[in-house]
């Protein structure tokens, strides 16, 4: 069974640019949910999409958001990108209901200049 | 309420030994409690998790013992090896969504 997948895996973005980073959730699985990590902050929850809606947000400012399609992948874009943004964004899958185990992928390394 | 609260930051261990993590958490809506063991430049991979309506679940060498009460709960490493040197991060998670409160992290060395 494949894993979740996160293209890319790394970006290099100017101030002021935006971005879109990419999650394929494991096979079966509607939850996805985004995480930032930094060496500061931690792993901190974005929000999480389940059946195309935002089920759950974190405290992120409105320059970040996200959408799930209806074969459950997702998209999280970051618009108007500062240098605090630079982090490793995590997506994670979980089951049917969104109840069940989170699986994480690799991520995708964001770095601002 | 939100805050798992995760010790020690650092952790040195011999091989054999048994490494300890500790969390803390305050919000009695957590119904979820998964560890994650994450490598350089990987994501973090589920290890083991536990309900709050059991006190203690092992899976190989890892154990998590759960003190409701207390609302603490700790990871042991049994047999300490070089490989399991990684970061380890307590979890918390209610209400059946995938939306995971993180500890701040450990760094665990096993010296050989």
């Known amino acids: 069974k494949a894993g979740v997948t996160q293209t890319p895996r790394y970006l290099i973005k100017t101030r002021g640019q935006q971005v879109t980073l990419s999650c394929s959730p494991i096979?079966?699985?509607?939850?996805v949910s985004w995480y930032q990590q930094t060496p500061g902050q931690g792993l901190q929850f974005l929000f999480e999409?389940?059946?195309?809606?935002?089920?759950n947000k974190g405290n992120f400012p409105g320059r970040f958001s996200g959408r799930q399609f209806s074969n459950s992948r997702s998209e999280m874009n970051v618009s108007t990108l500062e240098l605090g943004d630079s982090a490793l964004y995590l997506c994670?899958?979980?089951?049917?209901?969104?109840?069940?185990?989170?699986?994480f992928g690799q991520g995708t390394r964001l770095t601002v200049v | 309420q939100q805050q798992v609260k995760q010790s020690p930051q650092s952790l040195i261990v011999q091989k054999g030994g048994i490494s300890i993590i500790n969390c803390a958490y305050e919000?009695?809506?957590?119904?979820?409690f998964p560890w994650y063991q994450q490598f350089p430049g990987k994501g973090p991979a589920l290890l083991i998790a536990?309900?709050?309506?059991?006190s203690e679940k092992k899976e190989g060498r890892f154990t998590i013992s759960f003190n409701k009460s207390a609302k603490q709960f700790s990871l042991h490493i049994m047999d300490s090896q070089p490989g399991d040197s990684a970061t380890y991060f307590c979890?918390?998670?209610?209400?059946?969504?995938?939306?995971?409160?993180f500890g701040a992290g450990t760094r665990l060395a096993v010296h050989p």
């Open positions: 994670a899958s979980s089951g049917v209901t969104g109840d069940t185990e989170a699986f």
């Open positions: 096979s079966g699985h509607r939850s």
């Open positions: 999409y389940f059946s195309e809606t935002q089920r």
């Open positions: 919000n009695t809506a957590f119904d979820y």
């Open positions: 536990i309900r709050p309506d059991v």
């Open positions: 979890a918390a998670n209610s209400g059946g969504y995938n939306k995971l409160i």
